[in-house]
Structures are given as C-alpha cells and as structure tokens.
C-alpha cells in the first residue's frame, strides 16, 4: 500500500523560504512522477508542481513558477519542494502524490497527512 509523510512545514514571514519533503512507500518510486499540491479550507486540492521520473522534466502552477522548485532523490524515495519569496496566498496544506505520466493528475486515491505552511504578512 503507498504511504507518503510529508514534512517541513512550518509559520514564516512572507518573503521567507521553506523546503518540503515527501518520502514515499510502498511503490518503485524512481518508476513515478511525483507532484505536490494545496489545499485550503473550503477550497479543491491543487496542483502545485510535478516531476518525472527521471528528475528531468518540471511542471509549474502559474502562481508559483520562479519561486519554487521541486525535485526528487530516487535513491531516498524523496520528493522535494522549495519555496522562495513565499507569500501569505501560498498558505495552505502541502501534500504529494504520484502523477499520471506527464500529467499533473494524482495516481493513488490515499493520501498522506500534508504539512501545513503558514506565511504571515
């Protein structure tokens, strides 16, 4: 069964930087693309940035591309994401998921507990 755990979350002042992590089991994750998306209260989760498999190919949401980056380490089963230059409007729980190739559509209905950003205007 996959499991992710997503850390690195925390309050920050806007214009600060934090860095995500998204480890994941139970699948060949080197053999995924993997994506982060957000979730606010009331509001569909969305999609934020996606990876292939290989760490070769990006993926951006309009809002944030320029100030995040993601990228992975397929020997730890780790996905990354660092944001820069955050802003109030990029609070939300942070979540990852495998994607369907070259897509930004989550692949597995479970997902993990997400970590919550704040960013403090």
């Known amino acids: 069964q996959v499991q992710q755990v997503e850390s690195g979350g925390g309050l920050v002042q806007a214009g600060g930087s934090l860095r995500l992590s998204c480890t994941t089991s139970g699948i060949t994750f080197s053999s995924y693309d993997m994506g982060w998306f957000r979730q606010t209260p009331g509001k569909a989760r969305e999609f934020v940035a996606t990876?292939?498999?290989?760490?070769?190919?990006?993926d951006y949401a309009a809002s944030v591309k320029g100030r995040f980056t993601i990228s992975r380490e397929n020997a730890k089963n780790t996905a990354y994401l660092q944001m820069m230059n955050l802003e109030p409007e990029d609070t939300a729980v942070y979540y990852c998921?495998?994607?369907?190739?070259?897509?930004?559509?989550?692949?597995?209905?479970?997902w993990g507990q997400g970590t919550q950003v704040t960013v403090s205007s």
């Open positions: 990876i292939d498999w290989s760490g070769w190919r990006t």
């Open positions: 998921n495998a994607v369907k190739s070259r897509s930004s559509v989550p692949l597995f209905d479970s």
